[in-house]
């Protein structure tokens, strides 16, 4: 078990004062067996009139926040602290009916894995899927979790992460004619690509923790991460990371879960002026980690 405390910063920048509408944020993590959250605080600049939490259509916890004053500068700072506990590939046991692809789901989830099953972006020529079924072994069994394990390291070996200013996400098509995109489109490619193969998929928003920002390999740290889960039975909703090649949870804080990444998005909201009058936009993340304190004797 691991301790991890996330600090996010968010700042939006005016040329002159503006009224903001109501925002929405997602950054308090989903309570599970894997990650139990232990506080959590948010506070903006200017400070909020009314803050209500709900819960939205797949269970993730927002924040719908209102201001009564306007401002050049509008600015949101969370805090969460949790505790962590690493399922690792190792521990991903899948149904004996499952451990060799093709197979079917159970007919009374598939009325509920339905629309996590279904293709949500076009593909007039299937080049998704004729890619993602490279990764079949045409004439011999297919281990289940090894074909999931290699789409998901061959995208992050062969794509090149890269950052982008422009808001968000590419096309699976795009990711995949490009071979460079941010966490968010990996994360996409991997879920249209699953869903080719008849799989459930569905998109994560969250943070990840980089053991040593210096030298570390590990990408999509210092902002919002995004990874998938795919549906296995018997194991349930698994972690893959395509980014960083990590299948499982390990140094993933989940927050928010959805069919598609744009119902997902971590801030969003509005304000009453020009486009010119925005100015810019910072984001910050740090995300630190210590060992949960035990008592002796």
């Known amino acids: 078990m691991t301790i991890f405390s996330v ?82 590939a190792p521990d991903i046991r899948i149904d004996e009916a499952a451990l060799t692809y093709p197979f079917s789901y159970d007919k009374d989830e598939i009325a509920d894995l339905a629309p996590a099953m279904q293709r949500h972006y076009p593909d007039p020529g299937d080049e998704i899927g004729r890619w993602a079924r490279r990764f079949v072994r045409l004439g011999h ?27 968000g996400t590419q096309t699976p098509l795009e990711t995949l004619y490009l071979r460079s995109g941010t966490c968010r489109d990996f994360a996409l490619l991997m879920m249209e690509a699953a869903r080719t193969l008849g799989l459930a998929a569905r998109f994560v928003s969250g943070y990840v923790y980089v053991p040593d920002r ?5 990408l999509g740290g210092g902002s919002t991460h995004a990874w998938c889960q795919i ?22 804080i989940r927050v928010a879960v959805a069919r598609d990444p744009r119902q997902a998005i971590p801030l969003s909201g509005s304000y009453d002026g020009d486009g010119s009058d925005f100015d810019s936009m910072t984001v910050q993340v740090n995300v630190t980690t210590r060992q949960p304190w035990i008592k002796e004797g």
């Open 214 to 218: 210096d030298g570390s390999t590990v």
């Open 141 to 167: 069994p297919t281990e289940t979790g090894h074909l999931l394990m290699t789409l998901c390291y061959a995208i992050r070996e062969s794509f090149v992460y890269a950052r982008r200013q422009e808001h």
């Open 7 to 88: 600090r996010h910063i968010t700042a939006y920048r005016y040329r002159r004062e503006v009224d903001f509408g109501e925002h929405r944020l997602m950054f308090r993590p989903r309570d599970s067996f894997d990650q139990r959250l232990i506080e959590a605080s948010l506070t903006t600049y200017p400070e909020q009139s009314h803050v209500r939490w709900i819960h939205d259509v797949f269970g993730n916890c927002v924040a719908l926040v209102d201001f009564s004053r306007p401002s050049t500068e509008l600015r949101f700072e969370t805090w969460i602290t949790l505790d962590h506990t690493p399922q690792l």
């Open 231 to 252: 549906y296995l039975p018997g194991a349930g909703w698994a972690e893959f990371d395509p980014t960083n090649g990590i299948v499982g949870n390990r140094d993933l």
